[in-house]
């Protein structure tokens, strides 16, 4: 991993550490045995049909969900809710259009709305707020409703309340979901910045590779209760995913996208979410 | 009745500077009640509890009705009959779909049980109606201040919570994921809605508190975004709706309500209307280049 001697100096501890871990609802084992070590600028991936375990692994590290077995660490401490030095994105929600919050209270929200009472000293606030919505082009939007934006220009305000936290990872649910292949772009890039310029690790939970498959360091294929950790080109392989999923699958690529073919239950994998296990 | 009794009916200033000291008290908790209400409101809208507050007026009439019946403070009767109707809502109501079903389940029993003991009642049938149409002139010193102090608590409360709740309510699952105790909140501004209620019903009555508690908020909140314009224009709102409606209700013979639910309606119609205009003034979305 070229990525684990990444600058900084911090390039070796790695971020998020899980060993033997295990997590199953009831008699159903969605994964377990997973040792995982995922290093500062590092861009992973988290992959898999519906109700594989995917959101269940991001909520685990936000410290919302237990492990069922196994231990795990982020930032070298022990996982719990609110944990300073991780930013979340979460899935795309739109919000009620009488919601009164502008674009910028809603940044400013993700900078210190975890705090108690009023918020007091407002320059210092303001500055803060200013230099997040233009790290993610945002400024020409900051006063408007957050009720009247699209779900892009929304998506682009939760990488900068993510961004706020100063994170050291980045945990992502789905966040380029229901966004228009231009936003899709936007915020992907937006992440990968964050990943591959300021040295934080990002887990990109997603059921559609190809929007971030120039990024991707590793994946992480959680299928069927079986998972498997590399590499795209190793993990999305024909020969590794019918493993998974116990039944034969293949794996096409084009123009530098990756194509699915024959999930269970489905024709193909590629653009078709609705269509997925 | 023909136009003119019914407009004196309506509208009577006969003796006003007489009638006006005697309703002092009225006034003041009137304003301590907008106060409240417009404050509370916001975060009611935002959490989308409309039907909860409307549900939970319904206990704390039949709260306070029991506590007619045995001659025990009304006021008392009232906050007690909210605050637990807003303690269940807030354990048993997470998800909207659930708490409006239970809602729906509670506020009809409630309401019964108000009737019934209304009607084992034998005291001044003005007591029996102002529970659930409001009234203005029964407001001593002790019940002022009651209301005054139960106010203060409140908005001291809201205060502290402020800014973790406007993120709760926005926002929740980002809010939890930072660590905010979003069930906590959830819980604590039900019970905190449920006193606010109880105070507004000895003034506007069961059946209009929507009245004090969405209306202002939801008119304020056709016209900004800004979060503080938007608490102070719902305050604002609340403040001359019940005020006002204090004040023409004075000579007239007809229950405080009417006066204030109309006022209060023509604010949300005028911003409705300047909302629209907004909104249609401005491109809906402001496009951003790559």
């Known amino acids: ?277 | 009745m023909d136009f003119q009794s019914f407009m004196e009916a309506v509208f009577n200033f006969e003796n006003y500077s007489e009638l006006l000291p005697l309703v002092r008290n009225s006034i003041w908790a009137g304003a301590v009640l907008g106060l409240l209400g417009g404050l509370i409101g916001t975060f009611v809208m935002m959490r989308d509890l409309a039907f909860a507050v409307h549900g939970i007026a319904e206990l704390s009439f039949a709260g306070a009705a029991f506590a007619l019946l045995v001659g025990a403070n009304v006021v008392l009767g009232s906050l007690v009959g909210s605050v637990l109707a807003a303690l269940v809502l807030g354990v048993m109501g997470i998800r909207a779909r659930d708490r409006n079903s239970i809602i729906g389940v509670v506020m009809p029993f409630g309401l019964g049980l108000g009737i019934l003991f209304l009607a084992l009642y034998e005291g001044r049938a003005a007591n029996k109606f102002g529970l659930l149409t409001g009234q203005i002139v029964s407001v001593d010193n002790v019940q002022l201040n009651l209301l005054a102090g139960c106010a203060v608590v409140v908005m001291a409360a809201l205060a502290l919570i402020w800014r973790p709740l406007t993120f709760a309510s926005a926002d929740p699952d980002l809010a939890e994921a930072r660590g905010v105790p979003v069930r906590g909140l959830s819980i604590l501004f039900m019970v905190l809605l449920g006193v606010s209620v109880a105070l507004s019903i000895q003034v506007v009555g069961a059946l209009l508190v929507l009245a004090l508690l969405i209306t202002p908020a939801a008119a304020a909140l056709k016209v900004t975004s800004t979060p503080l314009l938007a608490v102070l224009l719902s305050i604002a709102f609340a403040c001359v709706s019940v005020v006002g409606g204090i004040l023409l209700a004075l000579g007239g013979r007809i229950p405080i309500s009417p006066y204030v639910t109309t006022i209060s309606f023509a604010i949300y119609l005028g911003c409705r209307i300047l909302g629209n205009r907004r909104s249609s003034a401005r491109p809906a979305r402001v496009r951003t280049a790559a």
């Open chain 1, 1 to 277: 991993m070229s990525a684990a001697t990444g600058p900084g100096g911090l390039g070796r501890a790695p971020v998020v550490s899980l060993r033997n871990a295990g997590l199953s609802f009831g008699e159903r084992v969605l994964w377990e045995g997973l040792d995982l070590d995922i290093h500062p600028g590092e861009f992973f991936a988290v992959l898999g049909p519906n109700g594989s375990g995917k959101t269940s692994f991001l909520k685990v590290l936000l410290g919302l969900q237990d492990l069922g077995s196994g231990t795990a660490t982020i930032n070298g401490g022990p996982l719990q809710r609110g944990n300073r030095g991780i930013g979340y994105i979460p899935q795309q929600r739109p919000f009620a259009a009488d919601t009164p919050l502008r674009a910028r209270d809603l940044v400013g929200l993700g900078v210190d709305g975890h705090r108690w009472g009023v918020r007091l000293r407002g320059r210092g606030h303001r500055d803060t707020v200013d230099a997040l919505l233009a790290e993610v082009g945002s400024s020409s939007y900051a006063d408007a409703p957050v009720g009247r934006l699209s779900g892009g220009e929304q998506q682009r305000l939760r990488v900068a309340q993510a961004l706020a936290a100063e994170p050291r990872v980045l945990l992502c649910d789905e966040p380029l979901l229901s966004l228009d292949l231009h936003h899709q772009q936007a915020v992907s890039g937006l992440i990968n910045r964050q990943c591959h310029e300021k040295n934080s690790a990002v887990v990109f939970v997603t059921h559609e590779i190809n929007p971030i498959i120039d990024y991707v360091d590793r994946v992480l294929y959680l299928a069927g209760g079986r998972f498997r950790v590399g590499a795209p080109e190793e993990v999305m392989t024909s020969e590794v995913l019918s493993e998974l999923y116990g039944s034969p699958v293949e794996v096409l690529h084009h123009e530098g996208r990756i194509i699915v073919v024959g999930l269970p239950g489905t024709a193909a994998h590629h653009h078709h979410p609705a269509g997925e296990v």
